[in-house]
């Protein structure tokens, strides 16, 4: 069974950063990424990454402002987030699927419990 536990969120002035990191245990070779839900709206995919780094998604909305990498000896992927911009607040999940196909389209085996990033104009 794996775990994952989301960190980094906070509050933040438009055009600054953030670093968002997922913790996993529980072992296995996953592709990761991290979604976003904003008040009344539904989930969005926003990043992933396969678990040997070789390959990367973008939601278009953050393409050129967000990066996702990984370490898998931390057992641990990331989010940095620059130029945030107040349309980025929302809760950020980080999720773990076996299949990059599969968390890309919102079908993860495992889901952390979120973590809150919020964008002042």
């Known amino acids: 069974q794996v775990q994952l536990v989301e960190s980094g969120g906070g509050l933040v002035q438009a055009g600054g950063a953030l670093r968002l990191s997922c913790a996993a245990s529980?072992?296995?070779?996953?592709?990761m990424g991290w979604f976003r839900q904003a008040p009344e709206k539904e989930r969005e995919f926003v990043a992933a990454?396969?678990?040997?780094?070789?390959?990367?998604n973008y939601a278009d909305s953050v393409k050129g402002r967000f990066t996702i990498s990984r370490d898998n000896a931390k057992n641990t992927v990331y989010l940095q987030m620059n130029s945030l911009k107040p349309e980025d607040t929302a809760v950020y999940y980080c999720?773990?699927?076996?299949?990059?196909?599969?968390?890309?389209?919102?079908?993860?085996?495992?889901w952390g419990q979120g973590t809150q990033v919020t964008v002042s104009s």
């Open positions: 999720a773990a699927s076996a299949i990059l196909n599969l968390l890309v389209r919102g079908l993860s085996d495992y």
């Open positions: 529980g072992g296995g070779r996953y592709a």
């Open positions: 990454i396969t678990w040997s780094s070789g390959s990367t």
